[in-house]
């Protein structure tokens, strides 16, 4: 199922597929000239597949196929989706901020012709992390792209407080929805190998989050810190049980944060390491070594950093999970007809439910969009997580 065409794999989205496929007919002069351009910005919900619609059309403008436009079979299309393509750049940030300098190696790249296709590529995820420095060195590419680079931003939302309004304007804005569940089982089935029950639960458990629901399908790490977030409601009826699993759980996130990406941040040592010239000897080697260690320790300062992001990250999912099941039990309280978040915990929502009101479940929803708060802060997570646990304790009256 590797080789399916860019039409196929949007096939969710008709209004997204529609728009893309313009663009890349228009990109080969066929159709509308009108329907193409060269900047975009794609938004959309978290886990909708932004990044993925966005390599889609990348494929599709460097597809060498002369008939089907994005077939998915050619050698563009495959090395397009397997991220190995020499004409399209793929930026992930790793840092909570994309600075100036990092920017400005971008630019170098929007700038280059394109080596084997008709078209280079740049797709920069998380675009909205671009700082104002950043932003400003990028505006004359974005405005003014070299005739052969098309430029594909992503982000959350447009929102004046989330992404610059300076590069808005000079894109043309496209909106990816959330998948729908049906297709989320699909890729779960077909490229996780997953079963068609855990399929459907990792839809709905991941609110139809494409990244969380593969993980929950595949990372032991992941199933078992969603079950530990869940089990939290059930402790805070009794005692102060809760209180002591927050050390627990956000030692896991830890290292759930540290385990998954070990080995990467080693090769990227290593890398440095031998570019530097590392275990070279002879005149010139001591002076060499010790610019390798100062050039190490900014490497690994920053890899902590990612560490530090990743942890956040983990204890966040944690704290969306928890929030499943006061939505849960909000559900069933009201006698509203929609899935349940966790339908394999129904049990434990229904009990929550049958204790908490209406009221006190509102309540618990604000303790933990506040303690999600805190965390965005800086705020310590033992601090956050204690503070919203009271919080959730009192909304239950829980003495």
Request: charged share 25%; proline share 4%; glycine share 6%.
């Amino acid at each position: 199922m590797n080789n399916r065409s860019v039409s196929d794999r949007l096939a969710d989205t008709p209004r997204v597929r529609e728009t893309i496929m313009a663009a890349a007919a228009a990109a080969r002069g066929q159709g509308d000239p009108r329907a193409m351009t060269h900047s975009w910005l794609f938004t959309g919900p978290p886990g909708a597949g932004r990044s993925t619609a966005a390599v889609a059309f990348a494929a599709a403008l460097v597809c060498t196929d002369p008939n089907v436009i994005g077939c998915g079979r050619c050698k563009g299309c495959l090395s397009a989706f397997a991220d190995a393509h020499t004409d399209i750049v793929h930026v992930v940030p790793s840092q909570s901020v994309i600075v100036v300098d990092e920017m400005r190696a971008i630019v170098r790249d929007a700038a280059r012709l394109p080596t084997v296709a008709p078209w280079r590529v740049i797709i920069i995820d998380d675009a909205d992390r671009l700082n104002a420095q950043a932003a400003d060195a990028f505006l004359k590419t974005l405005e003014e792209p070299p005739a052969k680079t098309v430029i594909i931003l992503s982000a959350p939302s447009t929102d004046p407080q989330d992404f610059s309004q300076t590069l808005r304007s000079r894109c043309r804005h496209l909106y990816i929805p959330s998948p729908s569940k049906d297709e989320i089982v699909r890729i779960l089935t077909e490229e996780e190998n997953a079963s068609t029950h855990d399929a459907q639960l990792a839809a709905a458990t991941s609110l139809r989050h494409i990244g969380r629901a593969r993980l929950l399908v595949s990372n032991a790490d992941v199933q078992a810190r969603r079950a530990r977030a869940i089990h939290l409601a059930e402790l805070v009826f009794h005692g102060d049980q809760a209180f002591q699993s927050v050390s627990a759980l956000i030692a896991a996130a830890k290292k759930e944060a540290v385990s998954a990406f070990a080995a990467a941040d080693e090769r990227e040592r290593a890398a440095l390491a031998q570019s530097l010239g590392a275990g070279a000897k002879g005149k010139g080697a001591a002076k060499a070594l010790r610019g390798t260690e100062a050039r190490m320790k900014e490497l690994e300062a920053q890899q902590s950093k990612r560490g530090t992001r990743r942890t956040l990250d983990s204890l966040d999912l944690t704290l969306v999970d928890l929030a499943g099941v006061y939505r849960d039990a909000m559900v069933i309280k009201s006698g509203a007809h929609v899935d349940l978040t966790h339908p394999d915990f129904e049990g434990l929502s229904a009990e929550i439910a049958g204790r908490v009101s209406l009221e006190g479940l509102v309540a618990c929803q604000d303790a933990i969009a506040k303690c999600r708060e805190s965390l965005s802060l800086n705020v310590m997570p033992t601090i956050a997580f204690n503070g919203m646990l009271g919080r959730i304790r009192k909304a239950c009256n829980v003495k």
